[in-house]
């Protein structure tokens, strides 16, 4: 449980693991890999976190949506593991799309929000391959999505 007590000691309260809206599992075990399905920027009042990073959104409103779609991801987590986090072996992957600028160049300093928050909560089990993708549009109009791969014990 003492990925539980991050928690606790980071004073982080996760959202609820949403179900999908779509024609796919929010998440998929196959052995000892466990996928999340891409998880979008929502606020911690559930509000969609929208707008083109670059424009109407700096690269700081980009980091702090991209560690609202960590939250989402370790609820996700959370739920697959029928509520026990300390199924989690390591975080494998993550990889985050960013609703950007052309111009802006920034991605993977948006996608630290998630990777730092991954980090803060599972440690050295936290570090993690990555990808920063930019994209000129995300599905409902939000900033971000990242979906992530971890290893189980």
Known sequence: MKYENKLKELNITLPDA????????ATKISGKMLFISGQISIDENGQLIKGKIGKELNTEA??????????SIIAQVKKACDN?????KSCIKLTGFVNSTEDFIDQPKVLN?????????FGENGMHTRAAISTNSLPLGVSVEVD??????
């Open 18 to 25: 949403k179900a999908p809206v779509g024609n796919y599992v």
């Open 148 to 153: 992530a791969i971890f290893e189980l014990n």
């Open 62 to 71: 980009g980091y702090n949506a991209a560690k609202r779609c960590a939250l």
């Open 84 to 88: 026990d986090l300390s199924k989690i």
């Open 113 to 121: 929000g998630a990777s730092d928050l991954i980090a803060s909560i």
